[in-house]
């Protein structure tokens, strides 16, 4: 499986698409995550908060960088989470700890380009992976 994109390659072509164009974006993003084992998918890895089920299953390699594991059973929520990993994915657990997660995502205004059912758990995707990092920078 392909890595996912780097955000700023994300957003310079998001920028360029009408809303239609912007959901395909979404949709194919969330294609490039790795596959997630079923097994994985548990009520502990549920995060909590979002509309449609999104399972988030963090680890730490062995050079101390995050790499999460994700899936949703809704397509565009699938993209939105790739989106929010591929602002962190494969970092060091120390950067990803110091970095604000909501305003690199900011430029996108998925606000304003998606429902409030497919936003609202934003933010705890976001907690969840600031608080692995921190947990795991200490």
Same mark, same amino acid.
């Given at each position: 499986?392909?890595?996912?994109? @780097?955000? +700023? $390659?994300?957003? +310079?072509?998001?920028?360029?698409? /009408?809303?239609? +164009? &912007?959901? *395909?974006?979404?949709? /194919? ?8 084992? /079923?097994?994985?998918? %548990? ?9 449609? =089920? ?6 730490? %390699?062995? /050079?101390? *960088?995050?790499?999460?594991?994700? $899936? =949703?059973?809704?397509?565009? %929520?699938?993209?939105?989470? #790739?989106?929010?990993? !591929? #602002? ?9 700890? &110091?970095?604000?997660? !909501?305003? #690199?995502?900011?430029?996108? +205004?998925? !606000?304003?380009?998606? =429902? #409030?059912? *497919? %936003?609202?758990?934003?933010? =705890? ?5 600031? $608080?692995?990092?921190? *947990?795991? @920078?200490?």
């Amino acid at each position: 499986m392909a890595a996912l994109p @780097a955000l +700023d $390659d994300i957003f +310079d072509e998001y920028e360029l698409l /009408d809303s239609e +164009d &912007r959901y *395909r974006l979404l949709i /194919d993003l969330g294609r490039k995550l790795e596959p997630m084992p /079923d097994v994985l998918q %548990t009520d502990a890895t549920k995060v909590r908060g979002c509309a449609a =089920s999104v399972w988030v299953y963090p680890q730490r %390699t062995p /050079d101390g *960088r995050l790499h999460f594991q994700a $899936d =949703s059973n809704a397509a565009i %929520t699938k993209g939105i989470v #790739a989106l929010v990993l !591929a #602002a962190v994915q494969d970092k060091p657990a120390e950067e990803v700890a &110091r970095m604000d997660v !909501a305003a #690199a995502l900011a430029r996108f +205004d998925l !606000a304003r380009q998606l =429902s #409030a059912n *497919r %936003t609202q758990g934003i933010p =705890s995707m976001i907690a969840l992976v600031r $608080d692995t990092a921190q *947990r795991l @920078a200490a």
